[in-house]
């Protein structure tokens, strides 16, 4: 060893000193960085870190608000509120164990009629969005089911049953597919706009009226925070902050709750399936719309899986078909006007040029005859609607071939085309063209191009035509009315609860087409004709109701089924207000099932009814 030359302690080696400087230096930097970063959590984040564990101590639960009521014109109650008993589970409490948890879930999805995986997916739905709040099974559970899971509470921890809001139906099935139906939110609605602030368990909007207004009667939330303990128990007093939930809106319609029950009944009592639309012809408000069949809207607030089937998998009743504005049928002679309005402006007849009617109109080797092979002899445009003359109507067919204004002008008064009406459902039908037939053929889809006879056809309402009852209603609005062609819509205004407007909602006329007055005149003289006079075709149905009106029957033929009746009607004649289109699948003649729907319609608009006539030799279609 190395000794110092003072003869005290020997001296450090140079190696040992340089490690306990090393020693010192890092130790000194962990101090620092030790420090910095205590001054960083209790100086600089001091405050967002007692925030943090504030939070930790509170538990946020939203408080859905009711929807708002749905009303008729007049006040009546359409759609209301009732309270329901709901299936709730606290996910925080259930058991740690893992074997025990799934056994209390797989019992909760067996008494909720669902399955395991349907029950661990909602609750992971709705503790993404908004955790720690309760989670909805099931809503509308039965008392059994209150008292079982009451008398087993050490079975099901965690679980509660709660009041809820759920739609009530005062009127039944009346206006079903108009009225709509709510359901619980789905991941995909979710992720839309208009359902921002929505959560998992959320009752919207799904069809009809509850779907197009949901934002205006879903209303807004409330919400109730507490203070819990480490084991997030509340705590005494621990109610820190309570908002009350403020309710939906209501949405006034215009809809006459008298009418929508007289075509409603009218409609079913035919036992057949179909659809009706009742609407005011100058401003397009919809005074009544049904379909048959209908459904019972409050099925679908908890529907079984039996009801599901009944309801979506019926492709041939398809009774959550709106048939009123998705229904697609050839329309008969119903269409006739409109191809009087298009033969008409193309200058290929007067209202005045006779035509000879002998019962058959014959091209290209076919022949195509009159109802029943009558004939009429020489006619003009107002007669040929009353008698409902087919050789007329082919002969403007022809005379229209190989243009398209028929098919212009169908589209201009609303075939083949969405109206724009303020529920979804509405399928545009179809209107042949020679465009759309012609490109059939190229791509072998059919046998042959657009010819004559398909345009004679169009004509009279046949071939691969497919309206609505909305479609139709429209078209003799629109002529009666001089050219405005209607919006037509269910929406009226926007109330509070105590009857307050908040807004009133405006459906301007989507556009406005050329209409000589005398067109108008010559045609709605031959629909009342066709109603109210001896040889009209719905003379016998008509002829003895005390309001003019102006109608036209439809029989339309139609593959795989028996005969579609139509009937179309407008009143009062000559300045009508209201138009009623009806249909009927299977229905035979327009002026045997159809036209005495309408009649019922019109017997309670107008608070009359008719009295029996002698239809003679009235003609029947």
């Known amino acids: 060893m190395y000794l110092r030359s003072d003869g005290r302690e020997p001296q450090m080696s140079n190696r040992l000193a340089l490690r306990i400087a090393i020693f010192g230096g890092v130790a000194l930097t962990l101090f620092v960085v030790l420090f910095v970063r205590l001054w960083l959590l209790q100086v600089a984040s001091g405050e967002e870190h007692l925030a943090e564990a504030n939070s930790n101590r509170t538990r946020e639960f939203r408080v859905r608000a009711p929807r708002g009521e749905i009303l008729d014109r007049d006040g009546e109650v359409l759609v209301s509120n009732r309270t329901s008993l709901a299936l709730q589970l606290n996910p925080a409490k259930l058991p740690a164990d893992e074997a025990e948890r799934r056994r209390e879930l797989k019992e909760l999805a067996e008494l909720t009629h669902t399955t395991l995986p349907k029950v661990e997916e909602t609750i992971d739905e709705q503790e993404e969005i908004s955790p720690g709040a309760p989670v909805t099974l099931r809503r509308d559970v039965g008392d059994y089911l209150v008292y079982y899971v009451e008398e087993n509470q050490e079975r099901f921890p965690g679980v509660a049953v ?203 080797g076919i022949d195509f005859k009159n109802a029943g092979g009558v004939s009429h002899g020489s006619i003009a445009m107002q007669r040929a609607l009353t008698v409902s003359s087919d050789v007329y109507y082919y002969t403007l067919g022809d005379r229209l071939y190989p243009g398209t204004e028929l098919q212009r002008w169908a589209r201009r008064l609303g075939i083949g085309r969405e109206s724009g009406i303020d529920v979804p459902g509405e399928l545009p039908g179809l209107l042949p063209t020679p465009a759309w037939r012609n490109e059939l053929y190229r791509e072998k889809l059919t046998d042959r191009p657009w010819s004559a006879g398909d345009n004679v056809n169009l004509s009279v309402g046949q071939g691969d035509l497919q309206a609505s009852p909305l479609q139709m209603a429209i078209a003799y609005a629109t002529i009666a009315n001089g050219g405005q062609v209607p919006r037509p819509h269910l929406g009226l205004q926007v109330e509070d609860a105590a009857g307050r407007v908040l807004r009133e909602l405006e459906f301007p006329s989507t ?21 109210q006079s001896g040889e009209g075709t719905s003379y016998y149905v008509f002829g003895g109701f005390p309001v003019d009106v102006a109608g036209k029957t439809g ?67």
Do not use: C
């Not at 050329?514 to 108008?520: G, L």
């Open 511 to 531: 556009r406005e087409v050329r209409i000589d007055p005398e067109w108008r005149d010559v045609i709605l003289a031959g629909l009342h004709d066709a109603a």
């Open 555 to 621: 029989t339309a033929e139609r593959d795989g089924y028996e005969d579609q009746s139509w009937y179309v009607v407008l009143a009062p004649y000559p300045d009508p207000e209201i138009v009623v289109a009806v249909t009927f699948e299977q229905g035979g003649f327009g002026a045997d099932t159809a036209a005495p729907a309408a009649l019922k319609i019109f017997s309670e608009h107008f608070h009359k009814e008719a009295t029996e006539v002698d239809a003679g030799a009235a003609a029947v279609e």
């Open 162 to 364: 709660e009041r809820v809001f759920v739609r009530r139906y005062p009127q039944g099935m009346l206006a079903a597919h108009t009225l709509g139906s709510v359901g619980e939110v789905s991941p995909k609605e979710l992720k839309e706009a208009r359902f921002r602030g929505v959560e998992p368990g959320d009752q919207v909007g799904k069809e009809g009226v509850e779907d197009t207004y949901d934002g205006f009667l879903r209303g807004v939330p409330g919400l109730t925070r507490i203070q819990v303990d480490a084991f997030g128990q509340p705590t005494a007093g621990g109610q820190l902050v309570s908002r009350s939930p403020t309710p939906g809106k209501n949405m006034r319609l215009t809809i006459d709750l008298d009418l929508q029950e007289a075509g409603d009944a009218a409609l079913s009592e035919q036992g057949l399936y179909g659809g009706y639309v009742a609407m005011d012809v100058r401003n397009g408000e919809i005074l009544a719309m049904g379909s048959n069949p209908s459904f019972d809207p409050a099925v679908l607030t908890s529907p079984t899986q039996k009801q599901v089937n009944a309801l979506y998998r019926d492709p041939v009743a398809s009774p959550l078909t709106n048939r009123a504005i998705a229904g697609a049928y050839p329309t008969g002679s119903t269409f006739k006007p409109i191809t009087s309005i298009a033969a008409l402006a193309s200058g290929e007849v007067t209202p005045s040029e006779e035509i000879y009617d002998d019962g058959v109109f014959t091209l290209g």
